[in-house]
Nanobody, 114 residues
Framework: VQLVESGGGLVQPGGSLRLSCAAS????????MSWYRQAPGKERELVAA????????NYADSVKGRFTISRDNAKNTVYLQMNSLKPEDTAVYLC????????WGQGTQVTVSS
């Protein structure tokens, strides 16, 4: 089982990034997929989640209207489009797959700074 995140980096406030998480080794389309983030000294928090066939999504209040989660089951990939980024969005962003099992990626660093 692998979850490989990509797309992180350094961006100025107000900028955008698109994160990707490529999955392998399990039946991707059956799993609820989520993005979490963890900033230094803070607990891991749920950012956004999407059900197995994308029929339902939910977001943390802090990112509603700015972030969009989506998935492509044909490509076994989940995305997080992040717009209007703020310094407080700085964190390691982790991909999670959950059904009966619970899988995590290694994370990708997002830094929002001028």
């Amino acid at each position: 089982v692998q979850l490989v995140e990509s797309g992180g980096g350094l961006v100025q406030p107000g900028g955008s990034l698109r994160l990707s998480c490529a999955a392998s080794g399990f039946t991707f389309s059956s799993y609820k997929m989520s993005w979490y983030r963890q900033a230094p000294g803070k607990e891991r928090e749920l950012v956004a989640a999407i059900t197995s066939f994308g029929g339902s999504t939910n977001y943390a209040d802090s990112v509603k209207g700015r972030f969009t989660i989506s998935r492509d089951n044909a490509k076994n990939t989940v995305y997080l489009q992040m717009n209007s980024l703020k310094p407080e969005d700085t964190a390691v962003y982790l991909c999670n797959a959950r059904l009966i099992n619970n899988y995590w990626g290694q994370g990708t660093q997002v830094t929002v700074s001028s």
